[in-house]
């Protein structure tokens, strides 16, 4: 397996845990705001009450299945997840970090967000 450098180009592809599990479809990408290294991506889940669920991309690598994460298909099940129309918000960044063991640090903006959608 490779390691992915243009995330940007697995958008709408299969996304698979570290042991090939599905996890869904890779729809949006959220890039560090001061280094604009992809840290999350999003996917989107539930039938009637659409939500995303964030999924950490460090390390993603190219596999016959998909983009393949480091996490397990339960720590994204377990993951914070957001409505779909509500975007991610500064205070939802802090429990996404702690929630897959990532160090975190607000950005030293006036918003605090480490965070955007590219």
Same mark, same amino acid.
């Given at each position: 397996m490779? =390691?992915?450098?243009?995330?940007?180009?697995?958008?709408?592809?299969? $996304?698979?845990d570290r042991d090939g599990d599905k996890? @869904?479809?890779l729809e949006d990408i959220y890039v560090d705001t001061e280094t604009e290294q992809?840290?999350?991506?999003?996917?989107? =889940?539930?039938?009637?009450g659409k939500h995303l669920t964030f999924v950490p $991309?460090?390390?993603a690598t190219a596999s016959p299945d @998909?983009?393949?994460?480091?996490?397990?298909?339960?720590?994204?099940?377990?993951?914070?997840?957001?409505?779909?129309?509500a975007g991610l918000a500064a205070d939802d960044e802090n429990d996404?970090?702690?929630?897959?063991?990532?160090?975190?640090?607000p950005a030293p903006t006036a918003s605090g967000r480490r965070l955007a959608r590219r």
């Open positions: 490779v =390691e992915v450098d243009n995330l940007a180009d697995w958008r709408g592809r299969e $996304l698979v996890i @869904g479809k992809p840290m999350f991506g999003s996917v989107k =889940e539930g039938l009637i $991309l460090t390390g @998909g983009l393949r994460i480091a996490a397990s298909k339960e720590q994204v099940k377990d993951a914070p997840n957001i409505d779909q129309d996404l970090y702690r929630h897959y063991g990532i160090a975190y640090t």
